[in-house]
């Protein structure tokens, strides 16, 4: 029984479509997180969500929304995609409180064309 | 492996070395530390962690040191096998935050 699952693995689109990746987690845990993994392997934390607490950051632009309809999940939906939009996308759980590891999704590889 | 310019650092050992990951992380004010191995077309995993009011960790096969004086980190794998070869993140956090900022990955490449 997978973790964390998030959906769809491969996702190709064309420059000024919306977008929606689904983030579900099992662990019961209360943080939920989106990361964003370049070609460069660098991976740049989008959001977290954590007992209804959104954090932002601020370097992600406005078009790209996290939605959580539950504890359970966390959905990235992305507006108006450019082609830097193009990379691998991670959601990520956590018990939260500052300790313990992240339990990550195997990633959705999204191609902006 | 210390993580500079816009290349993803690579190590290549041979089979049945020793490996050591550098990462130097940049908050002085981190206090818990993680590494993580991602494989190809894989999420990052856990491997081990590591508070700031210890200097050393050990788990299985693993090794995390921690110079806070230096604002570095190191993954050190005994007998490296075939299994290993992966890109290698070391994530800090922040007291009151429970969100990670990764460095910059290593890959690890192990000959046979």
């Known amino acids: 029984d997978t973790a964390v699952s998030q959906t769809p693995k491969y996702l190709v689109t064309q420059m000024g479509n919306d977008k929606s990746i689904k983030c579900e987690q099992n662990?019961?845990?209360?943080?939920m997180y989106w990361y964003k993994q370049d070609s460069k392997k660098f991976l740049k934390i989008m959001f977290s969500?954590?007992?209804?607490?959104?954090?932002i950051n601020e370097t992600v632009p406005n078009r790209f929304s996290p939605k959580s309809p539950d504890k359970a999940h966390l959905n990235l939906h992305i507006n108006s995609l450019e082609l830097g939009d193009s990379a691998v996308y991670f959601c990520a759980s956590s018990q939260g409180g500052g300790v313990g590891e992240l339990f990550f999704g195997e990633g959705s590889r999204l191609t902006v064309l | 492996g210390e993580s500079v310019g816009l290349h993803l650092p690579t190590l290549s050992v041979q089979e049945g070395d020793n490996s050591i990951i550098n990462c130097a992380y940049s908050?002085?004010?981190?206090?818990?530390f993680i590494w993580y191995k991602q494989e190809s077309g894989k999420g990052p995993q856990f491997i081990i962690d590591?508070?700031?009011?210890?200097d050393k960790r050990q788990g299985q096969r693993v090794t995390v040191l921690l110079n806070k004086t230096v604002k570095h980190l190191s993954l050190q794998i005994a007998a490296t096998q075939p299994g290993d070869s992966a890109v290698y993140f070391c994530?800090?956090?922040?007291?009151?935050?429970?969100?990670?900022?990764f460095g910059r990955g290593t890959s690890l490449i192990v000959h046979p």
């Open positions: 994530a800090e956090m922040t007291g009151g935050s429970y969100i990670p900022t």
């Open positions: 590591i508070r700031s009011n210890m």
């Open positions: 969500y954590n007992n209804k607490e959104l954090i």
């Open positions: 908050n002085s004010a981190s206090d818990y």
């Open positions: 662990l019961g845990h209360d943080t």
